[in-house]
């Protein structure tokens, strides 16, 4: 109330700090919450194409699964290690091809590695891991079966763990130290020497070079990514299936789970997204570029 028995005029509330004002601490007006923002800047996603980029991580499940049916081939006797070397060489000579092919990657900020500098890699690789073959063999020769297994089954799943799907080329070096230690253990399990060296090199190939193509395909190819997903897929399933029944049926059951429900239920559950924005929130610093300067 004023002086003379008339009421005060009122007095617009002001969002400022600087300012004394007849307000509590706490005032906000009816214009506050004109301020509100509902899910700003969040992406829309579509079925197949979710399904699409999920198959990386069906392939990555399948691949794995590619590598113990080789293994168990190997440790009964079914697979000389002579045939698993000429058949990596032939897959690795094909995929090689096929990445040179492909046009290079635009934001890779670095240049590309010369065929000789290759050449040169994959010889020093291969010419180590042949002279260490015997010492890999005798490794585990202290440790129980069981053990070797357990430890095996703990490194695959830490690969999968931690593989870089979202961008695997290069592979992350956690996942791929973790795959190469499952290789290592279960390659000593093997009957000699020569035995382990096919089974290392081809870890090699398969948690190492393949992604790298792999990715190089989801980005120039994204039709062939599929189809290519697909196949290691059926591969994979139909590989453990002729050497472990029950472990091909888990595979597909993984595999239609994380490549077709996952997707769906992503889908489902971004409808009831309520994100909110609105002056409550914390300032962001937008940083502008200067005229003068860089």
């Known amino acids: 109330m004023g002086p003379d028995g008339a009421p005060a005029p009122a007095v617009p509330w002001r969002k400022v700090l600087w300012e004394r004002q007849p307000f509590p601490d706490n005032y906000v007006d009816r214009r506050f919450l004109g301020e509100l923002r509902r899910n700003e800047g969040v992406r829309r996603y579509r079925y197949w194409a979710v399904v699409r980029e999920a198959g990386f991580v069906g392939e990555q499940l399948s691949c794995v699964a590619i590598f113990i049916t080789l293994w168990l081939y190997m440790e009964q006797g079914l697979l000389s290690p002579e045939t698993l070397l000429w058949t990596c060489l032939a897959g690795a000579l094909l995929g090689y091809g096929l990445h040179q092919a492909l046009p290079p990657p635009v934001d890779s900020g670095c ?105 190089r395909l989801r980005a120039d190819a994204p039709g062939r990514f599929a189809g290519v997903c697909a196949g290691v897929c059926v591969a994979g399933v139909v590989g453990l299936g002729s050497r472990w029944p029950g472990g091909a049926a888990l595979l597909a059951l993984a595999l239609g789970s994380v490549t077709l429900l996952c997707p769906l239920l992503l889908l489902r559950l971004q409808r009831h997204k309520d994100n909110i924005q609105g002056p409550w929130d914390e300032a962001e610093i937008q940083e502008e570029l200067s005229l003068f300067g860089n």
């Not at 005798?138 to 979202?166: I, K, Q, R």
Request: charged share 10%; with cysteine.
């Open 111 to 215: 240049d590309r590695r010369t065929r000789l500098a290759d050449l040169q890699s994959a010889t020093i690789f291969l010419s180590f891991t042949f002279g260490f073959s015997p010492v890999l063999k005798t490794l585990t020769e202290s440790v129980s079966t069981d053990t070797v297994h357990a430890m095996s089954a703990a490194m695959l799943l830490a690969h999968l763990a931690s593989f870089p799907y979202a961008r695997p080329s290069p592979p992350g070096s956690l996942s791929l130290n973790a795959a190469l230690f499952a290789s290592v253990c279960l390659a000593s399990r093997l009957p000699g020497a020569l035995h382990t060296f096919a089974m290392v090199t081809c870890a090699l190939l398969v948690f190492a070079l393949w992604p790298c193509l792999l990715q």
